[in-house]
């Protein structure tokens, strides 16, 4: 006599590029509402990147005009207060049974001029703007011998770790390669190894296929909130052409990511009530000796709206709420 298959009240599923877990757990999101953002209070005339000279900020390494109002509309400075900084690269050293790494690099500040006006608000062409600048700083940070990957992310709103409300992107050169890059990395190398296919093709040719997380696409550009979501209503944009470094990426390439970017941003401000989120771009390493042709280079997008347990920090896997295909239905209803 064959079991009878109960119906299960949740879903693990695997990331097929990580090998990373997530649960799905829908009945966890009865009487869940997805809010906006907790606003942080901070007036201009208080606000450090209103004129950052004016505080004490290092000269800018770099500044884009805006010539329609002669003045400024983005300008990237050192962090005054960075995480890593400048030396000379010193190798790790083994200290006892421990290995140690300094902590050298560059951290800065890509501040947008407006005080209170987001990305949501930003038109195409200056999202592209900023793709622009994230490339010409990529490029001259990526001269440094010892910079190995360097990081770009922005963190919109205070549960995504922003501590000044006016908006603002970060870059940040390491010595290292990061631990969630590194895993992405290799699982994409041990998967084209195996099959001779990059991952990330078969997988948008199989969401293309089936249509139910495809929330956007253009001539360059697919937006998908992935099959194993990491957060309610992540998204992720890849380029439909397979290639593994954002900063290589042509200008006319810029116009379609912008495009992307544009519909996911408002997308999220207009359905979700603009929450709080993080957006980071997914690079190949600066590693000159090591080849990288089997990656796919990719944007993610994850707003914020709960805080991590015990579950989650003791084991390593999140647990989302919402199903990736209902979030896909929501965003591409019409406004």
Same mark, same amino acid.
């Given at each position: ?26 009945i ?30 290092a ?15 983005l ?23 421990y ?19 987001y ?46 409300p ?10 290292i ?7 992405s ?32 696409q253009?001539?360059?550009?697919? +937006?998908?909130?992935?099959? =194993?979501? &990491?957060?309610? /209503? ?6 439909k @052409?397979?290639? #593994? !470094? ?8 810029? +116009?379609?990511?912008?495009? =992307?970017? &544009?519909?996911? /941003? ?6 979700? @009530?603009?929450? #709080? !989120? ?25 707003p ?18 919402l ?13």
């Amino acid at each position: 006599m064959k079991n009878k298959k109960t119906e299960s009240i949740s879903e693990f599923r695997q990331d097929p590029v990580s090998g990373d877990w997530v649960l799905l757990a829908p009945i966890r999101n009865m009487g869940h509402k997805f809010e906006g953002r907790a606003e942080i209070k901070l007036s201009k005339n208080k606000c450090p990147f209103e004129n950052p000279s004016k505080f004490g900020n290092a000269p800018p390494v770099l500044v884009y005009q805006n010539e329609t109002k002669n003045d400024w509309f983005l300008q990237i400075i050192p962090n005054k207060y960075p995480a890593v900084g400048q030396g000379n690269g010193c190798p790790a050293y083994q200290k006892g049974l421990y290995k140690i790494q300094d902590g050298v690099g560059f951290h800065e500040i890509v501040i947008f001029r407006d005080h209170d006006r987001y990305l949501a608000d930003f038109t195409k062409e200056e999202i592209k703007k900023v793709l622009l600048a994230f490339q010409e700083r990529y490029k001259s940070l990526a001269e440094e011998k010892y910079i190995e990957y360097i990081s770009i992310f922005h963190n919109h709103g205070k549960e995504a770790g922003s501590t000044i409300p006016h908006p603002h992107s970060q870059i940040l050169a390491l010595p290292i390669v990061p631990p969630d890059v590194s895993h992405s990395i290799n699982g994409s190398r041990r998967y084209f190894q195996d099959h001779n296919q990059c991952i990330h093709c078969r997988m948008l040719n199989q969401e293309l296929k089936e249509r139910k997380r495809v929330i956007y696409q253009n001539k360059g550009m697919i +937006v998908i909130t992935p099959f =194993a979501s &990491k957060a309610e /209503f992540e998204i992720r944009i890849f380029p439909k @052409k397979h290639f #593994a !470094f954002f900063e290589k990426v042509e200008e006319q390439e810029l +116009v379609y990511l912008a495009d =992307a970017l &544009k519909f996911a /941003f408002f997308k999220i401000y207009k359905k979700l @009530k603009d929450p #709080a !989120f993080n957006f980071f771009i997914h690079t190949a390493p600066t590693i000159r000796n090591r080849d990288y042709a089997h990656y796919h280079w990719h944007i993610e997008i994850l707003p914020k709206f709960d805080i991590f347990g015990g579950f989650e920090l003791g084991t390593g896997m999140d647990i989302i709420t919402l199903a990736p295909e209902k979030a896909a239905e929501i965003f591409k209803k019409d406004d």
